[in-house]
């Protein structure tokens, strides 16, 4: 995300700063690294990430694995019954029994099935909803024991951009807001670079501290003129 000014670029040097210390928390300690799915606000109380329901994936492989449970269940059935078995069942069981383990489609076969089962178990033991950060909750008022409130990253990449743009000297910025860290690119078009660089870490450090969020990111700056022309 990027805005642009109506000043006239000058220059083309560059200068650029390495990740940040972490903001302060709410305590006035910087924030350390936490656990991927839980943090410590500053009221001492574990803070979760939301939990997506994952609701299309869940009903795709309860859907498939429906169908394919009672496809087989009417072919037994119906062997029970006195009738021949599928033409497809009889030359699955064939194939099963005469091809070797080395063969290509039983490699092939064993590796999507392995895939598949991978992908589902990351998808119930993770999170999700990646673009959603956690915010602090509230202390020292009744009632909001349970309330969760989360940010979206896009969101605070625009708040974070708009105050990026209030900072004297630049001309557009970029700012995007990841779960552990913040990166924010600017151009001056006037100005020292390395004051507009310490200016923009400042205003950028204060708010991201303001957005309240559970884990402190860190910030990284950098700071270039535009390119002439």
Same mark, same amino acid.
Request: aromatic fraction near 6%.
């Given at each position: 995300m990027s805005a642009n000014t109506s000043r006239q670029p000058t220059g083309d040097s560059d200068?650029? %700063?390495?990740?940040?210390?972490?903001?302060?928390?709410?305590?006035?300690?910087?924030g350390a690294a936490?656990?991927?799915?839980?943090?410590?606000?500053?009221s001492g109380r574990p803070t979760?990430?939301?939990?997506?329901?994952?609701?299309?994936?869940?009903?795709?492989?309860?859907?498939? %694995?429906a169908a394919a449970v009672g496809f087989l269940?009417?072919?037994?059935?119906?062997?029970?019954?006195?009738?021949?078995?599928?033409?497809?069942? $009889?030359?699955?069981?064939?194939?099963?029994a005469t091809r070797p383990l080395d063969d290509v489609w039983m490699i092939v076969g064993?590796?999507?099935?392995?895939?598949?089962?991978?992908?589902l178990f990351l998808l119930a033991v993770t999170p999700g909803l990646r673009r959603l950060l956690p915010m602090r909750r509230p202390t020292g008022i009744p009632g909001t024991e349970d309330v969760r409130a989360g940010l979206d990253r896009r969101a605070a990449a625009l708040v974070l951009r708009?105050?990026?743009?209030?900072?004297?000297?630049?001309? %557009?910025?970029?700012?995007?807001?990841? $779960?552990?860290?913040?990166?924010?690119?600017?151009?001056?078009?006037?100005?020292?670079?390395?004051?507009?660089?310490?200016?923009?870490h400042a205003e950028l450090g204060e708010a991201v501290t303001s957005l309240g969020l559970a884990r402190q990111p860190t910030l990284a700056v950098r700071v270039r003129r535009p390119k002439k022309g």
């Open positions: 200068l650029s %700063s390495g990740p940040g210390q972490a903001a302060p928390t709410a305590d006035g300690t910087p936490e656990d991927a799915t839980k943090v410590i606000d500053g979760h990430r939301f939990w997506s329901g994952r609701r299309i994936p869940a009903a795709l492989a309860a859907l498939l %694995s269940l009417y072919d037994v059935v119906a062997v029970r019954a006195g009738r021949n078995a599928m033409r497809w069942r $009889r030359r699955l069981a064939k194939e099963l064993a590796a999507v099935a392995m895939a598949l089962g991978l992908w708009d105050r990026a743009m209030q900072v004297p000297g630049v001309q %557009s910025a970029q700012v995007a807001v990841g $779960r552990r860290k913040v990166k924010a690119q600017a151009r001056a078009h006037f100005r020292d670079l390395e004051e507009v660089r310490a200016d923009l």
